[in-house]
């Protein structure tokens, strides 16, 4: 069984300042997701990254995928309240009608 | 916009019972997808459908069955329920991909006690 660790488990930090949250696995993946979950709702999906070292950025989140294609990390600068959420990575092992291992997760709070 | 409903936002029953999940989606997607989440363990795969009729396990499937009888709707049954089966359940759908990534789209989850 493929496995994806997120680190940190849980991050709390005041609103303006930067973060980066990991994700990481032993196994190559031929995409990586990245999604995220707020209260009471479903994971809605960020972005999803194909090749090695790609880097994506969505207005303030910046995404990598590990040239090895087997870890990934978010980048968040000046974080906001709207920020706050659970993030999920997810990785892919082909293309198609594969199925996607989830990592552990990251909670995270913007202070205001 | 993809539509994925879960029949219940809520749900309570007690250990032994035979417990049914209902998950409708409105895209012909070809992809469904159980999922449990629990704190810690991130969203773990119950069962999973390519098409109608037919279902695969995922990584965790004891005491867990399906069914898929329309394209449209992907059933999860807890064939009797126990105190450990309560979580979050969430339900995914996804179009077959051509060679490129498709992204799953959740509903909003059931959150099931058993007690």
Same mark, same amino acid.
């Given at each position: 069984?493929?496995?994806?660790?997120?680190?940190?488990?849980?991050?709390?930090?005041?609103?303006?300042?930067?973060?980066?949250?990991?994700?990481?696995?032993?196994?190559?993946?031929?995409?990586?997701?990245?999604?995220?979950?707020?209260?009471?709702?479903?994971?809605?999906?960020?972005?999803?990254?194909?090749?090695?070292?790609?880097?994506?950025?969505?207005?303030?989140?910046?995404?990598?995928?590990?040239?090895?294609?087997?870890?990934?990390?978010?980048?968040?600068?000046?974080?906001?309240?709207?920020?706050?959420?659970?993030?999920?990575?997810?990785?892919?092992?082909?293309?198609?009608?594969?199925?996607?291992?989830?990592?552990?997760?990251?909670?995270?709070?913007?202070?205001? | 916009?993809? $539509?994925?409903?879960?029949?219940?936002? *809520?749900? @309570?029953? #007690?250990?032994?019972?035979?417990? /049914?999940?209902?998950?409708?989606?409105?895209?012909?997607?070809?992809?469904?997808?159980?999922?449990?989440?629990?704190?810690?363990?991130?969203?773990?795969?119950?069962?999973?459908?390519?098409?109608?009729?037919?279902?695969? $396990?995922?990584?965790?499937?004891?005491? *867990?069955? @399906?069914? #898929?009888?329309?394209?449209?709707? /992907?059933?999860?049954?807890?064939?009797?329920?126990?105190?450990?089966?309560?979580?979050?359940?969430?339900?995914?759908?996804?179009?077959?991909?051509?060679?490129?990534?498709?992204?799953?789209?959740?509903?909003?989850?059931?959150?099931?006690?058993?007690?």
């Amino acid at each position: 069984t493929q496995l994806l660790e997120q680190s940190p488990q849980f991050l709390s930090i005041q609103e303006g300042e930067n973060l980066t949250v990991y994700c990481n696995s032993s196994s190559v993946f031929s995409s990586l997701q990245w999604y995220r979950q707020e209260p009471g709702e479903g994971p809605v999906l960020l972005v999803t990254v194909v090749t090695g070292g790609e880097v994506k950025k969505l207005k303030r989140l910046t995404f990598q995928f590990g040239d090895a294609r087997k870890d990934s990390s978010l980048h968040i600068t000046a974080a906001q309240p709207g920020d706050t959420g659970l993030y999920l990575c997810a990785g892919a092992s082909g293309f198609g009608n594969e199925k996607l291992t989830f990592g552990t997760g990251t909670r995270l709070t913007i202070i205001p | 916009d993809v $539509k994925v409903t879960q029949s219940s936002r *809520y749900l @309570v029953k #007690r250990t032994g019972e035979k417990v /049914f999940l209902e998950c409708v989606q409105d895209m012909d997607h070809e992809n469904m997808f159980w999922y449990r989440q629990d704190p810690g363990l991130g969203l773990r795969l119950i069962y999973f459908s390519y098409d109608v009729k037919m279902k695969e $396990k995922g990584d965790i499937p004891e005491g *867990y069955s @399906v069914s #898929r009888e329309k394209k449209e709707r /992907f059933s999860l049954i807890l064939e009797s329920a126990s105190t450990n089966q309560t979580s979050m359940y969430l339900c995914a759908s996804s179009a077959r991909g051509q060679g490129e990534f498709q992204p799953q789209h959740f509903g909003d989850g059931t959150r099931l006690s058993i007690l």
